[in-house]
C-alpha cells in the first residue's frame, strides 16, 4: 500500500523561498515516476515537476529555473521541491503523486495519468 506524505511549505513573501518534501513507503515499483502538483482554490490541480527512476527531472514551464525537484540519493524514499524566487501565483495545495512507469514519466503531467497522491501541503505566498 503506497502512502505518501508531504511537508514542509506554509508561507512566504514573493520572492522568497519555501521547501517540500514527500515521504514515500509501501512502493514496489522498480520503475516509476514521482511529481509535484498545485490546486489553487477554484482552479485545476495542474502538474509542476517530475522525476523517473533515472532522476530525469521535468518541469513546467511557469516553474523552470526557480523550482527544482530531485530525490534522496539514498533509499529515494524521498522526493523533494525546493522553491525560489515565490511568486503569489505560485500559492496553492500542492500534492506528491507516484505512478508505475516503466518507459519514463507520462508525457502529459495530467492528475488522471498518476495513481497515488499525498493530501498535500498549503504554500502561501504574500506580495
Known amino acids: 500500500h503506497v502512502q505518501l506524505v508531504e511537508s514542509g511549505g506554509g508561507s512566504a513573501l514573493a520572492g522568497g523561498s519555501l521547501k517540500l518534501s514527500c515521504a514515500a513507503s509501501?512502493?514496489?515499483?522498480?520503475?516509476?515516476?514521482m511529481a509535484w502538483f498545485r490546486q489553487a482554490p477554484g482552479k485545476e490541480r495542474e502538474g509542476v515537476a517530475d522525476?523517473?527512476?533515472?532522476?530525469?527531472?521535468?518541469y513546467a514551464d511557469s516553474v523552470k529555473g526557480r523550482f527544482t525537484i530531485s530525490k534522496e540519493k539514498a533509499a529515494e524514499t524521498t522526493l523533494y521541491l525546493p522553491m525560489h524566487s515565490l511568486k503569489p501565483e505560485d500559492a496553492g495545495m500542492y500534492y506528491c503523486?507516484?505512478?508505475?512507469?516503466?518507459?519514463?514519466?507520462?508525457?502529459?503531467?495530467?492528475?488522471?495519468?498518476?495513481?497515488?497522491w499525498g493530501r498535500g501541503n498549503q504554500v502561501t505566498v504574500s506580495s
Open positions: 503523486a507516484e505512478t508505475t512507469a516503466i518507459y519514463g514519466c507520462p508525457a502529459e503531467r495530467r492528475p488522471a495519468n498518476f495513481k497515488y
Open positions: 522525476i523517473n527512476t533515472y532522476g530525469a527531472p521535468s
Open positions: 509501501g512502493s514496489s515499483f522498480t520503475t516509476y515516476c
